[in-house]
């Protein structure tokens, strides 16, 4: 049997995990991650009080509910302190890449930089077989090449393999998840069966360090504390600040053009808009207008009807691929370009810098640059392949 650390949120998922390891005779350990949260915010809770706010993901509450199953399976549990870490690399990023004009998923930079790194280090170190979480994602060796492949979950409603294509070979090899073939509900009804109280306790659906999900407020605090701060502040997109330089971006207003130039309005900054967006834009037209891009390079705003959200042709930037071997022809894969999306049939073809073109056999709406895209095959479809970020 295995040392195996249980990465513990108090929710039901990774609790019936770590159950289900130790009913197999597993050594089971429970680590919790103190995360970074929002100082000096305020909002109302479900039932009308008004309290200090929380990182959703370890909560006073969350805390609770996971020390009360590890008692209850006769586990140690330990809560080990990432505040630091979390900040600079989920949340700093999270806020530089909306200034940007880019649209993040941080549960990505979560797995790749605290999960399955700062976490995994941690369980190694307590000489740790495995480190097993309550995603719903299924890992195990193929079985031409023997490397470790990642795949879909058996319900595809609860399938998490989109924000866990960032993982290395490395990193399967000591990735467990014992939840990848069991439903939803089959998990549910296991935590009731071993009178687990989690077992009816929601599900969040939201950014875990942002208060009550206003990721534009968030941003407006965040760039009043940086501006507040001793690190020099650059006014602007990227481009003001490029790395190395020790400056901070801060959102700015701009133009907001339409597809031929011509100004129609302005923008109280690239930040506080996605691809697609249609309500808030502060201008009047005849006809429905969406956001298109956020330019960031000038600073602008492109707006334009829905048909001109469709595109069949982008491209993806910093590549990952699961097998380690990087492909040098263009391949047939599915691609998903955003968590919940359906996956579309695409050809693949390698660039120059860890790029790939991606050719959509038939058009989707919104693409949007900072969300990941990731694809699949394999001979089921099921087999995460690689991924990556879309730049255009």
């Not at 790395?243 to 053009?257: A, H």
């Not at 001109?308 to 380690?324: N, P, Q, T, W």
């Not at 579309?344 to 660039?351: G, K, N």
């Given at each position: 049997?295995?040392?195996?650390?249980?990465?513990?949120?108090?929710?039901?998922?990774?609790?019936?995990?770590?159950?289900?390891?130790?009913?197999?005779?597993?050594?089971?350990i429970g680590i919790?991650?103190?995360?970074?949260?929002?100082?000096?915010?305020?909002?109302?809770?479900?039932?009308?009080?008004?309290?200090?706010?929380?990182?959703?993901?370890?909560?006073?509450?969350?805390?609770?509910?996971?020390?009360?199953?590890?008692?209850?399976?006769?586990?140690?549990?330990?809560?080990?302190?990432?505040?630091?870490?979390?900040?600079?690399?989920?949340?700093?990023?999270?806020?530089?890449?909306?200034?940007?004009?880019?649209?993040?998923?941080?549960?990505?930079?979560?797995?790749?930089?605290?999960?399955?790194?700062?976490?995994?280090?941690?369980?190694?170190?307590?000489?740790?077989?495995?480190?097993?979480?309550?995603?719903?994602?299924?890992?195990?060796?193929?079985?031409?090449?023997?490397?470790?492949?990642?795949?879909?979950?058996?319900?595809?409603?609860?399938?998490?393999?989109?924000?866990?294509?960032?993982?290395?070979?490395?990193?399967?090899?000591?990735?467990?998840?014992?939840?990848?073939?069991?439903?939803?509900?089959?998990?549910?009804?296991?935590?009731?069966?071993?009178?687990?109280?989690?077992?009816?306790?929601?599900?969040?659906?939201?950014?875990?360090?942002?208060?009550?999900?206003?990721?534009?407020?968030?941003?407006?605090?965040?760039?009043?504390?940086?501006?507040?701060?001793?690190v020099p502040v650059?006014?602007?997109?990227?481009?003001?600040?490029?790395?190395?330089?020790?400056?901070?971006?801060?959102?700015?207003?701009?133009?907001?053009?339409?597809?031929?130039?011509?100004?129609?309005?302005?923008?109280?900054?690239?930040?506080?808009?996605?691809?697609?967006?249609?309500?808030?834009?502060?201008?009047?037209?005849?006809?429905?207008?969406?956001?298109?891009?956020?330019?960031?390079?000038?600073?602008?705003?492109?707006?334009?009807?829905?048909?001109?959200?469709?595109?069949?042709?982008?491209?993806?930037?910093?590549?990952?691929?699961?097998?380690?071997?990087?492909?040098?022809?263009?391949?047939?894969?599915?691609?998903?370009?955003?968590?919940?999306?359906?996956?579309?049939?695409?050809?693949?073809?390698?660039?120059?810098?860890?790029?790939?073109?991606?050719?959509?056999?038939?058009?989707?709406?919104?693409?949007t640059p900072g969300?990941?895209?990731?694809?699949?095959?394999?001979?089921?479809?099921?087999?995460?392949?690689?991924?990556?970020?879309?730049?255009?």
């Amino acid at each position: 049997m295995a040392r195996i650390v249980v990465a513990m949120s108090g929710g039901v998922d990774s609790s019936v995990a770590a159950a289900l390891l130790k009913e197999q005779g597993h050594e089971v350990i429970g680590i919790m991650l103190r995360l970074w949260s929002e100082p000096g915010v305020i909002e109302a809770e479900d039932d009308g009080i008004e309290r200090v706010a929380q990182n959703k993901c370890c909560s006073i509450e969350s805390v609770d509910d996971a020390r009360r199953v590890a008692r209850k399976l006769d586990i140690p549990f330990y809560l080990v302190n990432v505040e630091e870490e979390f900040k600079e690399k989920i949340v700093d990023s999270f806020y530089d890449d909306y200034v940007e004009g880019r649209t993040p998923n941080p549960c990505l930079n979560c797995n790749r930089h605290i999960r399955f790194t700062v976490l995994l280090n941690r369980a190694l170190a307590l000489n740790a077989d495995y480190l097993a979480t309550g995603h719903y994602v299924r890992v195990d060796d193929h079985p031409a090449t023997g490397k470790r492949r990642l795949r879909r979950a058996v319900d595809p409603d609860k399938d998490q393999s989109y924000v866990l294509h960032v993982l290395n070979q490395h990193q399967l090899s000591h990735a467990c998840f014992p939840l990848g073939g069991y439903t939803k509900p089959e998990v549910r009804a296991m935590a009731a069966e071993r009178g687990m109280t989690v077992a009816t306790k929601a599900e969040s659906q939201e950014i875990c360090f942002v208060a009550q999900n206003d990721y534009r407020g968030f941003i407006d605090r965040y760039a009043q504390t940086r501006q507040e701060g001793k690190v020099p502040v650059a006014v602007g997109a990227a481009p003001a600040s490029p790395q190395g330089t020790g400056l901070i971006s801060i959102p700015k207003p701009g133009p907001i053009l339409d597809q031929q130039g011509k100004t129609l309005g302005r923008h109280r900054g690239l930040a506080y808009y996605t691809i697609g967006q249609r309500k808030g834009l502060g201008i009047t037209s005849r006809d429905p207008l969406h956001v298109l891009k956020l330019d960031a390079a000038h600073n602008s705003l492109v707006v334009g009807p829905a048909s001109a959200l469709e595109k069949s042709e982008f491209v993806v930037g910093k590549m990952h691929y699961l097998s380690g071997e990087i492909p040098t022809e263009p391949f047939e894969a599915l691609v998903r370009v955003r968590y919940k999306a359906p996956e579309q049939p695409a050809l693949v073809t390698p660039l120059e810098g860890d790029r790939v073109r991606v050719t959509l056999l038939q058009p989707q709406r919104a693409i949007t640059p900072g969300q990941a895209a990731v694809f699949y095959g394999g001979e089921d479809g099921a087999e995460v392949l690689c991924g990556g970020i879309i730049a255009e």
